[in-house]
Nanobody
Framework: QVRLVESGGGLVQPGGSLRLSCAVS????????MAWYRQAPGKEREEVAV???????NYADSVKGRFTISRDTAKITVYLQMNSLKPEDTAVYYC??????????WGQGTQVTVSS
């Protein structure tokens, strides 16, 4: 059974940095892409960054230039480096994996709080 486990969230001051990790385990699936989403209280879940199987990346306008998505193919782990964090980045961050068959797998989420 495929599992995605996020880690690395926490409390950080504005302007600080965090690195989130998402480790995939439990099976071999043909991955089309992996992505980070976030959901703030009272708001819809939004895509933050995505990396395709070919290595292409895309970012939400709100995080361009501040966040970087990367992967370690051997470890089947995806990272989200978040710099220059702002209070509006506060949310639960979720890792998503999409297979070539269109099936989505989700992690349980990790809380990121940006506050002084």
């Amino acid at each position: 059974q495929v599992r995605l486990v996020e880690s690395g969230g926490g409390l950080v001051q504005p302007g600080g940095s965090l690195r989130l990790s998402c480790a995939v385990s439990g099976g071999t699936v043909s991955r089309k892409s992996m992505a980070w989403y976030r959901q703030a209280p009272g708001k819809e879940r939004e895509e933050v960054a995505v990396i395709t199987s070919g290595g292409s990346t895309n970012y939400a306008d709100s995080v361009k230039g501040r966040f970087t998505i990367s992967r370690d193919t051997a470890k089947i782990t995806v990272y989200l480096q978040m710099n220059s964090l702002k209070p509006e980045d506060t949310a639960v961050y979720y890792c998503q994996m999409r297979t070539i068959f269109g099936r989505d797998y989700w992690g349980q989420g990790t809380q990121v709080t940006v506050s002084s």
